[in-house]
């Protein structure tokens, strides 16, 4: 797509890949919450495993609402075209990213030696589906932010329309990964 397509759309339309994103969003919106209403109805159902989730699930849940913020930053330095910045917040978020998906391997950890297994009961079958689920679409994050990382220490720092709205793309998306996380966590307390 060149710049001319880029930027003709006004501030009163969305741009297609923007369209695309949030079309996809909503489909990822509709699964999790087909999820979390199938757990709903099964715990009614009986013969439910009560346990207590980790508490590593809710210091995870600070890695990644640090991580959103350290890419708004990423962006806000892009913008700015502060380069080590830009680039330092990106590393950042990143390496918090991968933390996330690490402490919730750790967490299911926890989960198994306190007894309650992928297939002791369902209760623990859906924690580790829906947020299994949850990690791989962070893993999708950390794909996009790799190909971000790329564009941002091969490229030089200059905020064309393209290139921000390719970070604005990735940006989104993380803060929804991280909103949707933040649904879950409180899902999972009040149901748990």
Known sequence: MNTTT???YSSNKIHPLKLTLWVGI??????????????????AAGNWYEFKLPDLFFINTLVLLLSSITLQMSYKAF??????????????????????VLLQYQGWMLMTAAGATFTINPSSSFIYL???????????????????????????????????????????YWHFVDILWIYLIIFFALYL
Request: avoid cysteine.
């Open 130 to 172: 829906i947020s299994g689920v949850h990690a791989a679409h962070v893993l999708g994050g950390i794909v996009a932010l790799v190909v971000a990382m790329v564009f941002a220490f091969r490229l030089p720092v200059k905020p064309t329309p393209r290139r921000l709205m390719r970070f604005e793309l990735v940006l989104q």
């Open 79 to 100: 913008k700015r075209s502060a380069a080590v910045p830009y680039r330092r917040w990106m590393v950042a978020t990143f390496i918090l990213g991968w933390l996330f």
């Open 6 to 8: 880029t930027s003709s």
């Open 26 to 43: 909503g489909s990822i919106i509709m699964m999790f919450a087909s999820l979390t209403s199938a757990f709903v109805v099964r715990r």
